[in-house]
């Protein structure tokens, strides 16, 4: 989609502040968090998410997620299995990196609660791998190259 390190940009920052506004909402749903916290609170968590999310998705997971995406798919023509494994790499590397960030975030609110910490991690990477994995392919991947098209990559074309 994106052909340009400008249009790479605007295409990662959509699909970053949407896939982090409905990971933050999920996660303060499973942590109890919603109602229990002021609106500033939770924006102050998205914001951090978000920087957080968009250094990772530019800078580490994003060109190793593409690399490896390309790789897998190099021996196929047909565009769906490269976005699928894109969105499949990315999903996989950044719930990784974004589950040691609520790891660390729910540690310094709420202190160590359990014996495990590796426990604890994999609990919370299984959570948001089983909801951002669906939530890329089905909603947020389709919806953000639509936003892209439509209203971003006509208007640099034109």
């Known amino acids: 989609m994106p052909t340009s390190k400008k249009e790479n940009l605007q295409f990662g920052l959509i699909m970053c502040f949407l896939m982090v506004l409905v990971m933050t909402i999920y996660n303060l749903y499973l942590n109890g968090s919603i109602g229990k916290i002021t609106f500033i609170e939770g924006l102050f968590d998205f914001l951090i998410g978000f920087a957080v999310a968009f250094i990772l998705d530019m800078f580490i997971v994003g060109p190793n997620a593409k690399k490896l995406a390309f790789k897998l798919t190099a021996n196929t023509s047909k565009k769906i299995y490269t976005v699928l494994a894109i969105?499949?790499?990315?999903?996989?590397?950044?719930?990784?990196?974004?589950?040691?960030?609520?790891?660390?975030?729910?540690?310094?609110?709420?202190?160590?609660?359990?014996?495990?910490?590796?426990?604890?991690?994999?609990?919370?990477?299984?959570?948001?791998?089983?909801?951002?994995?669906?939530?890329?392919?089905?909603?947020?991947?389709p919806l953000v190259r639509h936003i892209f098209t439509k209203y971003i990559k006509t208007n640099i074309v034109t």
């Open 87 to 141: 969105s499949s790499c990315m999903v996989l590397g950044m719930a990784f990196f974004m589950s040691i960030y609520g790891l660390v975030s729910t540690y310094i609110h709420s202190g160590f609660t359990s014996k495990s910490v590796l426990a604890d991690y994999f609990a919370i990477f299984g959570k948001n791998f089983i909801m951002a994995l669906p939530l890329q392919i089905i909603v947020m991947g």
